[in-house]
């Protein structure tokens, strides 16, 4: 079975600094897909940023980021010049790759960007 | 284009009444799946549609759960009779087909918030 495990429930930013997001996984299979997701308040959830696991480059959408560290499975989410539109609950997600298409979630990390 | 739109946004009924839930998708996707978040813990995957067909429903909690796509269009969720620990918020969410290179990318509603009284 497939884990998802976010270690921070909230987090905090002052406006225009950086924060990182930790995320790690655990499975047995190969080649995956990993995604962060985003629900800003009384708004749905959008996709952030999505990576397949067998693509050692990390994947970059304008100022969000991730350190994709296939070995250590660990998935951040990196937010660079936060912006307080960045004020939400963030979702890591995985999913294999063929198969079952469900996504397996963690539990969430509720981010504050402080003015 | 439309995104993945679900009725109700907010649901409070008292425990061993039944409520259906429904999802309407993005048009053209083949791809349905229910998900339910409880409060606190992780979102979970509860089942999935291809079209009208139920392709992985082992995700439902129990028999008292209840999900159609009939003509593979919208779905429904209908929950009889509801308990207490029924209550959270239910996500649907819709993808392409995976022949299309792009269907491991999920599209969410809003998601319907039930609370069993």
């Known amino acids: 079975a497939q884990t998802v495990t976010q270690s921070q429930p909230e987090m905090s930013v002052q406006e225009a600094e950086t924060v990182t997001l930790s995320c790690t996984y655990d499975t047995s299979e190969s080649n995956y897909y990993l995604f962060w997701y985003k629900q800003p308040p009384s708004r749905q959830m959008i996709l952030v940023i999505r990576?397949?696991?067998?693509?050692?480059q990390n994947a970059t959408e304008n100022r969000f980021s991730v350190n994709f560290q296939k070995a250590a499975k660990s998935f951040s989410l990196k937010i660079s010049d936060s912006q307080l539109g960045d004020t939400a609950m963030y979702f890591c997600?995985?999913?294999?790759?063929?198969?079952?298409?469900?996504?397996?979630f963690g539990t969430g990390t509720r981010l504050t960007v402080i003015p | 284009e439309a995104g993945v739109t679900q009725f109700p946004s907010h649901s409070v009924i008292e425990k061993g009444q039944t409520v259906t839930l429904r999802c309407d998708p993005i048009s053209g996707h083949d791809n349905l799946y229910w998900y339910r978040r409880v409060m606190g813990k992780e979102i979970k995957f509860l089942l999935h549609f291809v079209k009208e067909s139920k392709q992985d429903e082992s995700g439902m909690p129990n028999n008292r759960f209840l999900a159609e796509r009939t003509g593979g269009t919208y779905s429904t969720l209908k929950v009889q009779p509801a308990e207490l620990e029924d209550s959270g918020v239910y996500f649907c969410?819709?993808?392409?087909?995976?022949?299309?290179?792009?269907?491991?990318?999920?599209?969410f509603g809003p998601g319907t918030r039930l609370t069993v009284l």
């Open positions: 990576q397949e696991a067998y693509k050692q």
């Open positions: 969410a819709s993808s392409q087909p995976r022949t299309s290179g792009r269907g491991d990318t999920q599209y």
């Open positions: 997600a995985f999913m294999k790759h063929g198969g079952a298409n469900n996504l397996f």
